[in-house]
């Protein structure tokens, strides 16, 4: 699982010229899936989001989680996160899940983060989708599973 996490001060997904999610600050997660993925790899990673220390303190260091500042995530479904361009001119995407195991644990993903307390809004699993970013810091971190239970 990989996970592309923008700190933002606004995000939106449209879908043909549609907002079908929009939050007024907090985090943007570009979420991808690979063919080892698990359950139990989605809730590692979504309460490593949760936790995760990225916002100024008094002192302007990154000390502060969501969860402790509050705010919203926008989650938007990316197979092009396990993109292969080692070879030739034209991505293989052959690393990504196919779309109905994608699309389950990409569901108990955003699950997750609700059950977390956290406002979730989401685009359309598999639409082609416009997504807007205003990113704060900029802060830009990539969460992959495969790096961090080694």
Same mark, same amino acid.
């Given at each position: &699982?990989?996970? !592309?996490?923008?700190?933002?001060? /606004?995000?939106?997904?449209?879908?043909?010229?549609?907002? *079908?999610?929009? *939050?007024?600050?907090?985090?943007?997660? !570009?979420?991808?899936?690979?063919? @080892?993925?698990?359950? /139990? *790899?989605?809730?590692? $990673?979504? +309460?490593? %989001?949760?936790?995760?220390? %990225?916002?100024?303190? /008094? @002192?302007?260091? &990154? +000390? %502060? @989680?969501?969860? /402790?500042?509050?705010?919203? *995530?926008?989650?938007?479904?990316?197979?092009?996160?396990?993109?292969?361009?080692?070879?030739?001119?034209?991505?293989?995407?052959?690393?990504?899940?196919?779309?109905?195991?994608?699309?389950?644990?990409?569901?108990?993903? +955003?699950?997750?983060?609700?059950?977390?307390?956290? $406002?979730?809004?989401?685009?359309?699993?598999?639409?082609?989708?416009?997504?807007? $970013?205003? +990113?704060?810091?900029?802060?830009? $971190?990539?969460?992959?599973?495969?790096? &961090?239970?080694?």
């Amino acid at each position: &699982m990989r996970v !592309l996490l923008q700190r933002c001060y /606004e995000a939106s997904v449209r879908v043909e010229e549609e907002v *079908i999610g929009e *939050i007024a600050g907090g985090l943007c997660l !570009l979420v991808g899936f690979t063919h @080892s993925d698990t359950p /139990e *790899i989605v809730d590692y $990673i979504a +309460n490593k %989001i949760v936790g995760l220390r %990225i916002f100024e303190d /008094e @002192s302007e260091k &990154m +000390n %502060i @989680s969501l969860a /402790e500042r509050g705010g919203a *995530i926008l989650s938007v479904s990316q197979f092009t996160l396990y993109a292969d361009v080692s070879r030739g001119k034209r991505p293989s995407f052959t690393k990504s899940a196919p779309g109905e195991k994608a699309e389950a644990l990409y569901d108990l993903f +955003n699950q997750k983060l609700s059950e977390a307390g956290f $406002i979730v809004e989401t685009g359309v699993f598999g639409a082609a989708m416009d997504v807007k $970013i205003v +990113n704060h810091g900029p802060v830009t $971190i990539m969460l992959d599973s495969d790096e &961090m239970r080694k």
